[in-house]
């Protein structure tokens, strides 16, 4: 028989050895994948889709609180009125400077108080009226206004109460506001800022870890499927497609999931608490849904990449 026929027959025999083989293997493995019933697969999934969602939830309200400090930081700062007062009592010149103040990018709802106003704003705070003490009105006109957030701040105030001075000289008598709140107040929103920042890092970490591990124990269900593909000759781009699709619609259902509570919640809240409303930022809240979504995507995505490499370099007898 010639060298070249005998060679042909030698490779045809040891493919179909090899093809036995596979079958064998295959049908090894196939019988202990089918051994876990179909029901266990399903929630197996539907265990990641719920776990992801509860972690997502956790960042999206501590995103919430974080994204949202800012404006209540802000709230709580323009809630400080300032007051300018007055040594003149010609309505023109009150006019004048009521104006020029309204129109300072620092200023809002800038109000002329008269001595009567000043007196019945006394009374209501001290709760007694003092007709019963004095029989004259000792309090000075003046033009009270709220500072805009980014002006409440010593060195802010000192400038504005210089430049008011310099413009209408004698005309006021000077610029009262609480400077020790204000110390106390600046420094509690930093301290606050920071200690949610630490917080965020923190939770960011666990988040990532929680999630990539709730991936991981399901993806340890497939890992035998994952190996018989890939002895019969599957490529690894065509084992993986499949499963990076489903964890790709895992992860917008773990985030659909998590956003809508985190909307219910978030009106629940508001409905028992209306000062929320005036918190919260429609555009912040947005960023936020798209951040959760995004990072839900891509950590389910890449937790599963990451399963189908290490199984894929794992020996056979090592997946036992």
């Not at 709760?127 to 500072?147: G, H, Q, T, V």
């Amino acid at each position: 028989m010639p060298a070249n026929v005998r060679d042909y027959y030698v490779n045809i025999k040891f493919a179909l050895i090899g093809y036995s083989l596979k079958r064998i293997i295959f049908k090894d493995n196939m019988s202990e994948i089918q051994s876990v019933p179909k029901h266990k697969k399903r929630s197996n999934s539907v265990f990641s889709i719920v776990g992801i969602s509860l972690v997502l939830l956790i960042m999206g309200i501590m995103g919430w609180f974080f994204l949202n400090l800012k404006t209540m930081g802000n709230n709580l700062k323009e809630q400080v009125e300032v007051s300018a007062y007055l040594n003149v009592s010609g309505k023109d010149t009150i006019k004048q400077i009521q104006d020029y103040i309204a129109a300072q990018p620092y200023a809002k709802d800038v109000q002329y108080i008269d001595k009567e106003k000043a007196k019945d704003i006394w009374n209501k705070d001290n709760n007694e009226d003092w007709d019963k003490i004095l029989d004259y009105n000792p309090l000075p006109e003046s033009i009270n206004f709220y500072a805009k957030a980014d002006y409440v701040n010593q060195d802010s105030l000192k400038k504005i109460a210089g430049e008011l001075t310099q413009k209408f000289g004698s005309q006021l008598s000077g610029l009262d506001y609480p400077q020790t709140l204000i110390t106390s107040m600046n420094d509690k929103v930093n301290k606050m800022g920071l200690v949610f920042l630490a917080i965020s890092i923190i939770l960011g970490i666990l988040v990532v870890v929680s999630i990539d591990n709730t991936i991981k124990l399901t993806m340890y269900s497939n890992r035998f499927l994952i190996k018989t593909m890939q002895m019969v000759g599957a490529t690894r781009s065509f084992i993986a497609r499949p499963m990076n699709v489903r964890a790709i619609v895992n992860g917008l259902i773990s985030a659909a999931i998590a956003i809508i509570i985190m909307l219910l919640l978030t009106s629940w809240a508001k409905e028992r608490f209306p000062e929320i409303r005036s918190l919260e930022d429609t555009k912040l809240n947005i960023l936020l849904f798209g951040c959760m979504i995004v990072f839900s995507v891509l950590i389910s995505w890449f937790s599963t990449s990451r399963s189908v490499k290490k199984y894929l370099k794992t020996r056979l007898d090592d997946l036992y």
